[in-house]
């Protein structure tokens, strides 16, 4: 009673933390190899323990896959100081570790993580583009024209004319650097999920 108990609660607690319902179907391959498929409605993820009565031990090896994709691959060992934990990669590179302890009533999963960060991609700081210049680093200024001439340089009579010298401009059309941004059009931000480090810790 007490290993058929520990074996389901086992299989199922890694999903148990989730909402919804969870299948765990067994099979076993034309190779002999005995396989536990474990389907998570909720998140619709679908992880297949894989158990090896190999040559140098027995070894498990897990695959999560969703919608068709693998999104993690795994192996589950027996803990030294008894437990057993799991250790697996996700597709991006995330390392996670999870323990899994029997209780009286139920059964417990710890999850540890690291990896890079999501939400800066493990570059530590985000580039943002100024909103105030729109990424340009400067403002046009349009200049204004010689009133005098009317912008021609030149006097009706056909003298250069006096008030610009006869280049008709008043105010030379130009740029001005944007303060918000140095010039750069560009703001950098440091990311908040992971302190600027790029990397990704869960718990932290
Ligand atoms: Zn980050
Ligand atoms: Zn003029
Ligand atoms: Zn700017």
Do not use: K, T
């Given at each position: 009673m007490g290993r058929g108990r520990k074996e389901t609660g086992f299989f199922g607690t890694v999903f148990a933390a989730l909402t919804g319902g969870t299948t765990v179907r067994r099979t076993t391959t034309w190779t002999g190899k005995k396989k536990t498929i474990v389907t998570h409605w909720g998140s619709g993820k679908t992880k297949e323990y894989t158990h090896n009565d190999g040559f140098f031990g027995n070894k498990t090896t897990t695959k999560t896959t969703k919608n068709g994709h693998v999104v993690e691959r795994g192996e589950v060992k027996k803990g030294f100081f008894g437990g057993t934990y799991e250790t697996a990669k996700k597709v991006d590179g995330t390392k996670v570790e999870r323990n899994y302890r029997s209780g009286f009533l139920t059964d417990y999963v710890t999850t540890k993580q690291s990896g890079t960060c999501h939400a800066c991609d493990g570059k530590g700081t985000f580039s943002k583009q100024c909103s105030a210049c729109g990424g340009e680093g400067q403002f046009a200024l349009a200049g204004k024209c010689c009133a005098n001439c009317a912008g021609t340089?030149?006097?009706?009579?056909?003298?250069?004319?006096?008030?610009c010298r006869g280049d008709g401009w008043w105010e030379k059309p130009g740029s001005s650097l944007c303060r918000a941004c140095d010039g750069s059009g560009v703001h950098i931000e440091t990311c908040r999920k992971c302190s600027g480090s790029g990397l990704y810790h869960y718990p932290r």
């Open positions: 340089g030149l006097l009706i009579d056909g003298r250069v004319c006096p008030g």
